[in-house]
């Protein structure tokens, strides 16, 4: 029988603030083409979050470049090691005392893909840990040209948690929210609080963007996050908004409610964490089981 995920990485322990509660913030973006712009768009998002007292603030998924084609990717896509834009995000999060956490910019890689790359600073300044999105959109769907993320992206393949605060965040990145064995894995590994960085479209977003972040919270009793890109981008998408923040329960405490760019703050405490799971012991219940006929 296989196993998965094969490995969880888990970022060291780093200095944080006093206290339990914590006070984070989902930024929603309505990232374009030039990376410079979407830094200087996110610029003053970061420090009205900071100045409404988070101290963790996550971005949406293609936070610094929202391509319109792969072709137009690979043009501006930087390497990671010197990557400009991250290197100003950094000094950013110094300045305000802050985690920031980066939902997700295209990496490319030596095989000519790219990897959907979360990066996580601390308050520091300095880079935490990084996660690349696990799971990829191939898709043939009826009437529509076939859908291949896997051929411009390569996807990752360990989970992430790191500490931020009293909580311990674990990661993902929008079509991960779809494969809860993920969710779960995280929440076994100690995660309370996860990340769901986003740039959903608008039908899906009305159909299931509510209902699948609810349940990915109540199934592990954590709190969720989710940053998303909203409104009509210059590469001719329009995604759907709606940055919220879920408690372990599955009641969704704070979101914007429109695709305009924005910050949303909650606070949130890690003992509604221990209730939650005290009250539903879903994840201490967990049982191994067989599936005749089924394939290992």
């Given at each position: 029988?296989?196993?998965?995920?094969?490995?969880?990485?888990?970022?060291?322990?780093?200095?944080?603030?006093?206290?339990?509660?914590?006070?984070?913030?989902?930024?929603?973006?309505?990232?374009?083409?030039?990376?410079?712009?979407?830094?200087?768009?996110?610029?003053?998002?970061?420090?009205?979050?900071?100045?409404?007292?988070?101290?963790?603030?996550?971005?949406?998924?293609?936070?610094?470049?929202?391509?319109e084609n792969r072709d137009q990717l690979?043009?501006?896509?930087?390497?990671?090691?010197?990557?400009?834009?991250l290197a100003v995000v950094g000094a950013?999060?110094?300045?305000?005392?802050?985690?920031?956490?980066?939902?997700?910019?295209?990496?490319?890689?030596?095989?000519?893909?790219?990897?959907?790359?979360?990066?996580?600073?601390?308050?520091?300044?300095?880079?935490?840990?990084?996660?690349?999105?696990?799971?990829?959109?191939?898709?043939?769907?009826?009437?529509?040209?076939?859908?291949?993320?896997?051929?411009?992206?390569?996807?990752?393949?360990?989970?992430?948690?790191?500490?931020v605060g009293d909580f311990t965040l674990?990661?993902?990145?929008?079509?991960?929210?779809?494969?809860?064995?993920?969710?779960?894995?995280?929440?076994?590994?100690?995660?309370?609080?996860?990340?769901?960085?986003?740039?959903?479209?608008?039908?899906?977003?009305?159909?299931?963007?509510?209902?699948?972040?609810?349940?990915?919270?109540?199934?592990?009793?954590?709190?969720?996050?989710?940053?998303?890109?909203?409104?009509?981008?210059?590469?001719?998408?329009?995604?759907?908004?709606?940055?919220?923040?879920?408690?372990?329960?599955?009641?969704?405490?704070?979101?914007?409610?429109?695709?305009?760019?924005?910050?949303?703050?909650?606070?949130?405490?890690?003992?509604?964490?221990?209730?939650?799971?005290?009250?539903?012991?879903?994840?201490?219940?967990?049982?191994?089981?067989?599936?005749?006929?089924?394939?290992?």
């Amino acid at each position: 029988m296989t196993t998965w995920p094969r490995s969880i990485a888990r970022a060291a322990s780093i200095p944080c603030w006093p206290g339990n509660a914590l006070k984070i913030a989902a930024i929603q973006m309505r990232s374009g083409l030039d990376p410079d712009a979407n830094l200087a768009a996110l610029e003053p998002l970061l420090a009205e979050a900071a100045a409404q007292g988070a101290r963790y603030a996550l971005t949406p998924e293609v936070t610094l470049i929202f391509p319109e084609n792969r072709d137009q990717l690979r043009s501006v896509a930087a390497p990671f090691e010197g990557h400009p834009q991250l290197a100003v995000v950094g000094a950013l999060a110094k300045q305000h005392g802050i985690f920031v956490h980066i939902g997700s910019l295209p990496i490319p890689l030596d095989d000519g893909r790219f990897a959907n790359r979360s990066v996580l600073f601390g308050s520091d300044g300095a880079q935490v840990t990084t996660y690349d999105k696990i799971h990829l959109f191939d898709a043939d769907i009826a009437g529509l040209n076939a859908y291949r993320e896997s051929a411009t992206y390569k996807g990752g393949e360990r989970a992430v948690t790191a500490p931020v605060g009293d909580f311990t965040l674990g990661f993902s990145i929008c079509y991960d929210m779809r494969f809860p064995r993920l969710y779960n894995a995280l929440a076994n590994a100690g995660a309370n609080l996860i990340a769901v960085p986003a740039a959903f479209t608008v039908p899906t977003g009305q159909a299931h963007w509510h209902v699948l972040l609810r349940a990915r919270a109540i199934e592990t009793g954590s709190y969720v996050i989710a940053a998303a890109q909203g409104g009509t981008h210059a590469n001719g998408r329009a995604t759907y908004g709606h940055s919220l923040v879920v408690d372990p329960w599955g009641k969704v405490i704070a979101e914007l409610d429109h695709d305009e760019p924005g910050v949303l703050v909650a606070e949130i405490d890690p003992a509604a964490v221990t209730e939650a799971r005290g009250r539903v012991p879903a994840l201490a219940n967990a049982r191994d089981f067989a599936l005749p006929g089924a394939q290992a």
